[in-house]
């Protein structure tokens, strides 16, 4: 089975710097979708950017970014320019192949991300 | 933008009674999903749910767990008999078919947060 491992329980930042989230999994496929999903305060559960395995290139989402390392498996999100409202809890996420068209999401623990104005 | 909709979206009841959450997936998406976050915890997988039956399920979804989609439109999570355990968020998601132009992203609720006094 597919384990995603989060290994900081929380972060903090300084306003306007950059901070990088780690984020480890284990899997035999070759073949999945990567995810960070925000969870601010009110709970609901924010995409904040993907990455399918089969690309070399790391996604890029306005001030958020990855850095895939799939020999690694390795998921790290940066948030550069921090803002007060990036403060939540973040979620790393594994999906494995889209054949079977229904396969569920994989989440880590979570890191609690803090900004300090 | 569509938006899965969750139904209530906090509940409180006495240990013992029956609950159903309700969820309104987006409507052109085939495959729903329901999880559950415990205060504090990861979010867990609990059933997912594909031409009006269930695809998978995780050991957290036991007997005293049912999914239904009743008129084409709803999605629901019934409890019957509640416990005391079994206070949490849960979250509704739904994803699209897998192929094509899929994103991959399976699409959240804002959650019901269930009480069991």
């Known amino acids: 089975a597919q384990t995603v491992t989060q290994s900081q329980p929380e972060m903090s930042v300084q306003e306007a710097e950059t901070v990088t989230l780690s984020c480890t999994y284990d899997t035999s496929e070759s073949d999945y979708y990567l995810f960070w999903y925000k969870q601010p305060p009110s709970r609901q559960m924010i995409l904040v950017i993907r990455?399918?395995?089969?690309?070399?290139q790391n996604a890029t989402e306005n001030r958020f970014s990855v850095n895939f390392q799939k020999a690694a498996k390795s998921f790290s999100l940066k948030i550069s320019d921090s803002q007060l409202g990036d403060a939540a809890m973040y979620f790393c996420a594994y999906r494995t192949s889209l054949n079977s068209g229904n396969t569920p999401l994989v989440f880590g623990k979570g890191t609690r991300l803090s900004v300090i104005a | 933008e569509p938006e899965v909709t969750q139904t209530p979206s906090h509940q409180v009841t006495q240990m013992g009674q029956e609950v159903i959450l309700r969820c309104v997936p987006i409507?052109?998406?085939?495959?729903f999903y329901w999880y559950r976050q415990i205060l504090g915890q990861k979010v867990e997988f609990l059933v997912s749910f594909y031409n009006n039956e269930i695809s998978e399920k995780s050991e957290i979804f036991d007997d005293q767990f049912s999914v239904e989609r009743p008129d084409g439109s709803n999605f629901t999570l019934k409890i019957r008999s509640t416990k005391l355990e079994d206070s949490a968020m849960y979250f509704c998601a739904s994803s699209d078919n897998g192929r094509g132009h899929s994103t991959g992203e399976l699409f959240f609720g804002e959650g019901s947060r269930l009480t069991v006094l």
């Open positions: 409507s052109n998406h085939l495959y």
């Open positions: 990455q399918e395995a089969y690309k070399q």
